[in-house]
């Protein structure tokens, strides 16, 4: 009886601590966030166990068991063509719409997120939705299919997606897809949002493309690494999808494997001595409204004393982390649409470049979810279907059909 009991007890402690999660009452759909959570608890924690045995690093599982399961084939269908091919050597998948086939289309090339590690345009619920932004805008979609950690690290990743999209912002290339070279936009989620801003930024300087963008579109970035003790990844850090170990994670994952970043991170200490006047462009107590400071006090990050920021610099070049430019730099930059999430430990990221973008004179619209986590716009397949992940993605095809 009382092993029984004991048993009983142990299994719901264990079941209330898979399902526990810290997401707020008010939250929307929130048992159903609570049950996906506890999907990705799971298969992150096999994940670890994998690695400690030494089956598989932890990222190659992760991608094996979500994007890998999640393959869709490029079908087209009674209103797109879909084929995958590619672009300066690099696999992209295309959307062509079918409707009015002799009018100028406009265009879209899109970045997937999943932490440079993970995630294909080829999974569900990026194919939906390029599917159905090519659908509802006529317009061509790029999605890019860029190499990925841990196999590869920065800056693989950002070329990649900068020579898809300066493969495809040449006028005899935009002329075979019968696209209008003022209406071509790059737009990504979470980690793709961080190579989109990363890559509109360094084609204001790159005088072989002529074709300018006219729109960025930045759903939940990644956009700094150089502080990750911001409020919000105080408050979230240990909110469903993205708890702040698995960005710390994903950030390090970006540049090494070798533990010794990832460890200076999680301390917040891994920016070297030298670098101290670049925390002035992630100083959040500047750049962040007074509703999102609300109970912070800001203070300096330190600095480590191990080798680790000097031997991994790509944490401070601005293709990995686009906050870390001057103004002068941001200026020219077309209009940007930027999402951010409440729940998230990247949403002072966004809010952080919306301040920065405003100072320097680019047009900028923000668009803030108060009641949800980060990766919801990727949570549109059923059963997960997150309400505001529909609301994020309606929102902002309907933006970009008035706007690009
Ligand atoms: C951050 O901003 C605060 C308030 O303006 C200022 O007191 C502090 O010196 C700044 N720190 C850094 C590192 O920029």
Redesign the pocket.
């Known amino acids: 009886m009382g092993i029984k009991f004991l048993g009983l007890l142990m299994a719901s402690v264990l079941i209330a601590y898979y399902f526990y999660s810290p997401i707020p009452e008010n939250a929307e759909d929130r048992w159903k966030v609570m049950l996906i959570n506890t999907l990705y608890r799971t298969v992150g924690h096999v994940a670890t166990i994998a690695e400690k045995l030494g089956f598989a690093h932890h990222m190659d599982f992760l991608k094996m068991m979500i994007s890998n399961t999640d393959y869709t084939p490029p079908l087209s269908d009674e209103k797109v063509i879909v084929e995958d091919t590619k672009f300066n050597d690099v696999p992209v998948r295309l959307y062509i719409p079918k409707g009015k086939p002799d009018s100028l289309k406009r265009a879209v090339i899109y970045i997937h997120g999943g932490g440079w590690c993970i995630g294909a345009p080829s999974m569900k619920s990026y194919d939906l939705l390029s599917r159905r932004t090519s659908e509802q805008l006529n317009a061509v979609v790029v999605s890019v299919d860029y190499r990925l950690a841990p196999k590869y690290h920065f800056p693989v990743q950002f070329e990649d997606s900068y020579a898809v999209v300066k493969y495809f912002l040449q006028r005899k290339v935009l002329e075979r897809y019968n696209v209008e070279p003022s209406r071509v936009c790059v737009s990504g989620d979470s980690a793709g949002g961080n190579l989109a801003a990363a890559v509109a930024q360094q084609l204001l300087h790159d005088p072989e493309v002529k074709v300018k963008l006219k729109i960025q579109v930045l759903i939940y970035p990644a956009l700094q690494t150089l502080d990750l003790n911001l409020p919000s990844y105080k408050e979230n850090a240990d909110m469903p999808i993205l708890p702040k170990s698995l960005m710390v994670r994903f950030w390090s994952e970006y540049f090494t494997t070798e533990t010794s970043l990832k460890e200076a991170m999680e301390t917040n200490q891994h920016v070297p001595a030298e670098s101290?006047d670049l925390?002035?462009f992630v100083?959040w107590?500047?750049w962040l409204p007074e509703r999102f400071k609300r109970g912070h006090i800001?203070t300096?990050p330190s600095h480590g004393s191990s080798k680790v920021g000097q031997k991994y610099p790509g944490f401070l070049d601005p293709r990995a982390a686009p906050l870390l430019v001057d103004d002068v730099k941001l200026r020219g930059l077309p209009l940007t649409y930027i999402v951010t999430c409440q729940y998230d430990v990247l949403r002072d990221d966004g809010i952080m470049y919306v301040s920065r973008l405003k100072k320097a004179g680019v047009p900028v619209i923000h668009e803030h979810a108060e009641d949800t986590v980060h990766g919801a716009m990727a949570l549109t397949v059923s059963p997960f279907t997150l309400t505001a992940g529909q609301r994020i993605e309606n929102n902002y095809i309907e933006w970009l059909n008035e706007n690009l």
Do not use: L
Request: hydrophobic share 10%; aromatic share 24%; net charge positive.
């Open positions: 101290s925390f002035k100083n107590s500047n800001y300096t």
